[in-house]
């Protein structure tokens, strides 16, 4: 089916351990972004890219990696997992619009 | 820093009742506006997007409103139904070309009873 898919919806590791979330999206939207959803901040971006080969930090960039080689698909690493980085990942993407189409998320538990 | 306050946080209506969400943004200096809803364990639903010359946005039995000036929007939902419950999120962005660099309320949490 066309959308947004993340995966894997569920994950639980241990603290240095490197975990990657993975999107990908079918409706080839130029735009693709990275959020994560915690009780008491809301939603706050990870990172985000334009097209393909093309990323930029958002508002709390710090531990996770991205890459962008397909304009379809759009990985978060996190490369040494710390308990602050539990949390509730969620992958959007955009066609340019303004309009965000989010995936249904995946929960991290770092342990 | 750009700022977005949703009040209340919860909501609890009968079946039936009309009724407004609101959300205040502290810099007027905003690109688009959008309401977002939230079902529990889902992800986001972009329910409605107001750019900024725009003043409302209209879908279905949902009415969305931006007043820039006064760092105002509301999202008024008619004739509620049990359907609706969920938390409504409230998202500005700041300019052309942030695409998604969106700054969110924490939502409203609706229960709409039977």
């Known amino acids: 089916d066309a959308g947004i898919t993340q995966s894997p919806r569920y994950k639980i590791t241990e603290t240095g351990r490197q975990v990657t979330l993975m999107c990908h999206q079918t409706?080839?939207?130029?735009?693709m972004f990275w959020y994560r959803q915690d009780l008491g901040h809301g939603l706050r971006l990870i990172y985000y890219?334009?097209?393909?080969?093309?990323?930029d930090k958002g508002e709390v960039p710090d531990g996770y990696v991205v890459s962008r080689s397909k304009t379809e698909n759009f990985p978060l690493t996190l490369e040494s997992a710390t308990r602050s980085q539990t949390s509730v990942y969620f992958c959007?993407?955009?066609?340019?619009?303004?309009?965000?189409?989010f995936g249904e998320g995946s929960r991290l538990t770092v342990l | 820093k750009q700022e977005v306050t949703q009040i209340p946080a919860a909501l609890s209506v009968p079946e039936g009742e009309n009724l407004v969400l609101n959300c205040s943004f502290t810099?007027?200096?905003?690109?688009?506006l959008q309401w977002f809803r939230q079902d529990p364990g889902k992800g986001l639903t972009s329910l409605l997007l107001?750019?900024?010359?725009?003043r409302e946005q209209t879908s279905g039995r949902l009415n969305a409103s931006l007043d820039k000036s006064s760092g105002r929007s509301t999202l008024y939902i008619a004739a509620s139904q049990p359907g609706d419950s969920a938390t409504y999120l409230c998202?500005?962005?700041?300019?052309?070309?942030?695409?998604?660099?969106?700054?969110f309320g924490k939502g409203t949490k609706l229960s709409v009873k039977p």
């Open positions: 959007a993407s955009s066609r340019g619009t303004g309009e965000l189409f």
């Open positions: 810099d007027s200096a905003i690109y688009n």
């Open positions: 107001i750019q900024s010359s725009q």
């Open positions: 998202a500005v962005g700041g300019f052309e070309g942030s695409q998604g660099n969106l700054i």
């Open positions: 890219s334009a097209a393909a080969d093309i990323t």
């Open positions: 409706w080839s939207h130029s735009y």
